[in-house]
């Protein structure tokens, strides 16, 4: 056991909160009590589903925002305003098109101040170790997508930052860019040629965590929280197909599939204790019904129960399939367990069903499951001539999630009861009618 003094600490989050006002005057909760140390010496990947909070989690780490409670301590001092002591890659680029490279990544020693000589010394020599040679006077427009992030990496890199943090970096690369820049950007970690202390970086993706962190936090949604802290002690570099990767994917394919258990605690023991969930207001994937029914479909006569792999065999993306398994397991059509997703007997006659039988096992199973669903019927049985308007559903949900995630779970929900033949939607007048009222226009 190694005594931690407080000094080994770089980034410290402490009892960490994020909520926004809604134009309602409602508070929206973005991420609730994160506690989190970064140390010198890790990469740490923050991992979750879009909207779980990520990006404005390492925006608080870097200053660009304040947390509404709780605070970040960097080096044993509270944090006020911008942290000196981090630079930020971000998925976009951000790269101004009217600066050369060189310009370009001369940018952020500039803004701290650099003497122009010694700013162009440091950058000239980033471009180099980053693989940029020969393009300084090129400007942006002139290079790939993978060269341009090599841009943001020198910019970013240059002013030798404690932390560095990257928000996404590899999304917008194609695969095989994407990885070629992992591994360059693993060497120059592993090789100690670049000074930084410490790389956070946020990503959805399962196998780029398991590919580069030491430690993957993974974060819930609704609000954010951290639900997993898992240390990866695997050496670099590593093998995905070796049974110990695969078996960590899995296992934090399982923490992300599964919301409702709580925060798991870094144990040595591999299954999970589901302890009582709070109660919080279900998020609706943003998914058509007829991706789960392909889903359903897919997995029926199938061997491979492995999510993992099958979204790997399916080349979709975790970001793809994952907001389509909720939805399937919300709707109580299949069953998960470490890692392996199953028919339930009533997915199984979904898919045995015609149009008529579909729709109505999924009327069931909307009306059993699904509380927005509910909500909704229950208003229009009690209304006289059994139409609400969508605001009315668009305030209650504005109460649980910001105005343009309120719209989205409204779209959502509107279209799975349209499908199962619950409400209809009359779209000029923007009312939710119950199926059986016949509305003539
Ligand atoms: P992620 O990076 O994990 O996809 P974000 O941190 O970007 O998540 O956003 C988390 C949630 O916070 C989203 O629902 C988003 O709509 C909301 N959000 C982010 N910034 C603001 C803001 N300035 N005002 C209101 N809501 C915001
Ligand atoms: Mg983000």
């Not at 590919?211 to 590593?238: E, F, K, Q, S, W």
């Not at 669903?373 to 009315?392: F, G, H, M, S, T």
């Given at each position: 056991?190694v005594?931690k003094t407080?000094?080994?600490?770089l980034?410290?989050?402490?009892n960490?909160s994020k909520?926004?006002q809604?134009?309602n005057?409602?508070q929206?909760?973005i991420l609730?009590?994160?506690n989190?140390?970064l140390r010198?010496?890790e990469i740490v990947?923050l991992?979750?589903?879009?909207g779980s909070g990520?990006s404005t989690?390492?925006?608080?780490?870097?200053?660009?925002i304040?947390?509404?409670?709780?605070?970040v301590i960097?080096?044993n001092?509270p944090?006020?305003?911008?942290?000196?002591g981090?630079?930020i890659?971000?998925q976009?680029?951000?790269?101004?098109?009217?600066l050369?490279?060189?310009?370009n990544?001369?940018?952020?020693?500039?803004a701290?101040?650099e003497?122009?000589d010694?700013?162009?010394?440091?950058?000239?020599?980033m471009?180099d170790?980053?693989?940029?040679?020969g393009f300084?006077n090129a400007y942006?427009?002139?290079?790939?997508?993978?060269?341009?992030?090599?841009?943001?990496?020198a910019?970013?890199?240059?002013?030798e930052p404690?932390?560095l943090c990257?928000d996404?970096?590899f999304s917008?690369?194609?695969?095989?860019?994407a990885e070629n820049?992992?591994?360059?950007?693993?060497d120059?970690?592993?090789?100690?040629r670049?000074?930084t202390?410490?790389?956070?970086i946020v990503?959805?993706?399962?196998e780029?965590?398991?590919?580069?962190?030491d430690?993957?936090?993974?974060?819930?949604r609704?609000p954010g929280r951290i639900?997993a802290?898992?240390?990866?002690t695997l050496?670099?570099?590593?093998?995905?197909k070796h049974?110990t990767?695969?078996?960590l994917?899995?296992?934090v394919y399982?923490?992300?599939?599964n919301?409702?258990?709580?925060?798991i605690?870094?144990?040595?023991?591999?299954?999970v204790?589901?302890?009582t969930?709070p109660?919080?207001y279900?998020?609706?994937?943003?998914?058509?019904?007829g991706s789960?029914?392909g889903?359903?479909?897919?997995?029926?006569?199938?061997?491979?129960?492995d999510?993992y792999?099958?979204?790997?065999?399916?080349?979709?993306?975790?970001d793809d399939?994952?907001?389509?398994?909720?939805?399937?397991?919300?709707?109580?059509?299949?069953?998960?367990a470490?890692?392996d997703?199953?028919?339930?007997p009533?997915?199984q006659?979904?898919?045995?069903?015609?149009i008529?039988?579909?729709k109505?096992i999924?009327?069931?199973?909307?009306l059993a499951?699904i509380r927005?669903v509910?909500q909704?019927?229950?208003?229009l049985?009690?209304k006289?001539?059994?139409r609400?308007?969508?605001e009315l559903?668009l305030?209650i949900?504005?109460?649980?999630?910001s105005?343009e995630?309120?719209e989205?779970?409204l779209?959502?929900?509107?279209d799975?009861g349209?499908?199962?033949?619950i409400?209809g939607y009359?779209?000029?007048?923007?009312?939710?009618f119950l199926?059986?009222v016949?509305?003539?226009?």
């Amino acid at each position: 056991m190694v005594f931690k003094t407080a000094t080994e600490q770089l980034i410290v989050l402490k009892n960490v909160s994020k909520s926004y006002q809604q134009p309602n005057g409602q508070q929206i909760v973005i991420l609730e009590n994160i506690n989190l140390e970064l140390r010198p010496g890790e990469i740490v990947a923050l991992l979750g589903p879009s909207g779980s909070g990520k990006s404005t989690l390492m925006r608080i780490v870097a200053g660009l925002i304040p947390p509404s409670q709780g605070e970040v301590i960097y080096h044993n001092r509270p944090l006020v305003g911008l942290n000196p002591g981090v630079a930020i890659v971000f998925q976009s680029f951000a790269l101004y098109p009217w600066l050369t490279v060189l310009e370009n990544v001369e940018l952020g020693l500039k803004a701290k101040g650099e003497a122009p000589d010694s700013r162009r010394q440091k950058a000239l020599r980033m471009i180099d170790i980053i693989g940029l040679d020969g393009f300084e006077n090129a400007y942006p427009k002139e290079l790939s997508g993978g060269m341009r992030q090599r841009v943001g990496f020198a910019r970013a890199l240059a002013v030798e930052p404690e932390l560095l943090c990257m928000d996404e970096p590899f999304s917008a690369l194609d695969v095989l860019t994407a990885e070629n820049l992992r591994f360059e950007l693993l060497d120059l970690w592993l090789e100690r040629r670049i000074p930084t202390q410490a790389i956070l970086i946020v990503t959805h993706g399962i196998e780029e965590a398991v590919i580069m962190a030491d430690r993957i936090i993974v974060l819930g949604r609704n609000p954010g929280r951290i639900r997993a802290d898992l240390p990866v002690t695997l050496p670099h570099y590593r093998d995905r197909k070796h049974p110990t990767f695969q078996a960590l994917v899995d296992r934090v394919y399982t923490i992300i599939t599964n919301p409702e258990l709580e925060k798991i605690e870094l144990t040595t023991t591999t299954s999970v204790e589901p302890a009582t969930p709070p109660a919080k207001y279900q998020s609706l994937p943003s998914v058509r019904t007829g991706s789960i029914a392909g889903l359903l479909e897919l997995l029926e006569d199938r061997q491979e129960k492995d999510l993992y792999r099958l979204a790997q065999e399916l080349q979709l993306e975790v970001d793809d399939i994952l907001p389509i398994v909720e939805a399937a397991k919300l709707m109580d059509f299949v069953e998960l367990a470490e890692g392996d997703i199953s028919l339930k007997p009533v997915g199984q006659e979904f898919i045995n069903g015609g149009i008529d039988e579909r729709k109505q096992i999924m009327r069931s199973q909307l009306l059993a499951n699904i509380r927005l669903v509910q909500q909704i019927y229950r208003l229009l049985e009690a209304k006289n001539n059994q139409r609400i308007p969508e605001e009315l559903v668009l305030d209650i949900l504005e109460s649980h999630f910001s105005p343009e995630e309120a719209e989205r779970q409204l779209k959502t929900v509107v279209d799975w009861g349209r499908y199962a033949e619950i409400y209809g939607y009359d779209e000029p007048s923007g009312q939710i009618f119950l199926e059986q009222v016949v509305v003539s226009h």
